[in-house]
């Protein structure tokens, strides 16, 4: 079996990466270790760029993101007990939208199916072979059976605990990492949002956030110990706290109701440098992971997915290796920005262990600036709604 691109991996990067070598006329197969009801039962981030939006359009997926998705022009800082607004759409002339990631997912694997692209899910160990070679392959099994696919690449869109990744030699690769001393408790309720745009709250008891995936449909953030069990967390308890964390208006609006999914997620800020080895690029959170306070994860792998796809368009159509030799550059200096941007998030809205009775009222005056002056606010929408890739 051959094809162009070898994509292991079939999440949003994956998926995405696909449908844009696609257009661009270049073969490729996706190999999956997940059945398809697995991936798509990720429950996983839920806000898109202007540009993430723009590529689903590119390859005729974006239709319905733009019939069921929330078209959102700011958002809401809460501290003190008050909401500040942030008018990104006067500040930046962009908006985002909230879709979720299961449903872009959807449509991926819908448009996929559509051009009769090979995906291989249920894929067991699957490996990459000699990408710093001439001839790299991708082995894996399936139903007691080893597969082979030859390529001339390799894209790693595997995630953060992928086999691409970890099939680079230590010695060529270098890792940065935080891991943040909380995590975010999150619930989905079949109850209509306490407000039309996102509310995120600084509060001496920890971190919230209101979202929603509609509106009748509405996903809640609360910062907890790393030490806590989701059994440790009934609802009751849940909406309680959530109401002691957020201004009075957003607490007495608030409509509770039965969750129906509730974890715990870890945060953390990573990046592994660089992102190409020899005819293997790694892809979304095969390379880079960023707390969701920026709402940047799914952003980043779909700009990812457009620097590789022009990338390799450019050494089919035009003979040259220039766009791949630059991959690494180009997209390590957006994610850096991200990472930067959802640790000042991160930074300003969470309750910090060690920060004492002076780091919140450093946060205090953060966020008072932020929601007082122009220009803070014009870079805080620059940087929410999307660098441009």
Known sequence: MRTKVAIIGAGPAGLLLGQLLHKYGIDNVILERQSPDYVLGRIRAGLLEEGTVGLLDQIGAGARAHAEGLVHEGIELAFDGRRHRIDMK??????????????????????????????????????????????????????GVTHTLDCDFIAGCDGFHGVSRASVPASAIEEFERVYP??????????????????????????????????????????????????????????DELKRRLDQEAADNLVTGPSIEKSIAPLRSFVAEPMRFGKLFLCGDAAHIVPPTGAKGLNLAASDAHYLSGALREFYDEKSSAGIDAYSATALARVWKAVR??????????????NGSIGARIQVAELDYVTQSQAAMTSLSENYVGLPF
């Open 90 to 143: 006067a500040a930046t002339g962009k908006t985002v939208m909230i879709y979720g990631q299961t449903e872009v997912t959807l449509d991926l694997m819908n448009a996929r199916k559509a051009a009769g692209l090979t995906t291989v899910y249920e894929a067991r160990d699957v490996r990459p072979h000699d990408f710093d070679g001439s001839h790299p392959r991708v082995t894996w099994a399936k139903d």
């Open 182 to 239: 909380f995590g975010w408790l999150g619930i989905l309720s079949e109850t209509p949002p306490v407000s039309h745009e996102l509310i995120y709250s600084n509060h001496a008891r920890g971190f919230a956030l209101c979202t929603m995936r509609s509106m009748k449909r509405s996903r809640h953030y609360l910062q907890c110990s790393l030490d806590d069990h989701v059994d440790q967390w009934p609802d009751d308890r849940f909406w």
């Open 341 to 354: 941007f959802s640790w000042w998030m991160t930074s300003m809205l969470h309750k910090f262990p060690d």
